[in-house]
Nanobody
C-alpha cells in the first residue's frame, strides 16, 4: 500500500511562486511514474504534469508548460512541483499520484494523496 501526503499549498498573490511537495510512504517509488493533478473550484480534475521513474522524462499539460516544473528525489521518496508566475486560474486543490504499473508517464494512476489547497489572489 502507498500513502501520499501533499504539502506546501497556501494563499499567494498573482505572479508569486510556490513549491509543492509530496511525500510517499509504504513503498519505494523509484520504479514508478508519478504525476500532479489539480481540481479548480467547480471544475473537473485536470492533468498538470507527470514524470518518469528516473526523473529523466517529463510531460506537462497546457496549463502548466513553461511555468511549472515537476521533479523528484528518489533517495527521499519525494515528488515536487515548482510553480512560477501563478495566475488566478491556478487556484485549485493539487493532488500527487503514482502509477505502480508503469515506469513512464501515463494517464492512469492508482494511488492518490488527499490534496493541498492553492489559492491565488490579485
Amino acid at each position: 500500500q502507498v500513502r501520499l501526503v501533499e504539502s506546501g499549498g497556501g494563499l499567494v498573490q498573482a505572479g508569486d511562486s510556490l513549491r509543492l511537495s509530496c511525500e510517499a510512504s509504504g513503498r519505494t517509488l523509484s520504479d514508478y511514474a508519478m504525476a500532479w493533478f489539480r481540481r479548480p473550484p467547480g471544475k473537473d480534475r485536470e492533468f498538470v504534469a507527470a514524470i518518469g521513474s528516473t526523473g529523466g522524462t517529463t510531460f506537462y499539460g497546457n496549463s502548466a508548460k513553461d511555468r511549472f516544473t515537476i521533479s523528484r528525489d528518489n533517495t527521499k521518496n519525494m515528488l515536487y512541483l515548482q510553480m512560477n508566475s501563478l495566475r488566478l486560474e491556478d487556484t485549485a486543490v493539487y493532488y500527487c499520484a503514482v502509477d505502480t504499473y508503469n515506469s513512464s508517464p501515463s494517464w492512469e494512476y492508482n494511488y492518490w494523496g488527499q490534496g493541498t489547497q492553492v489559492t491565488v489572489s490579485s
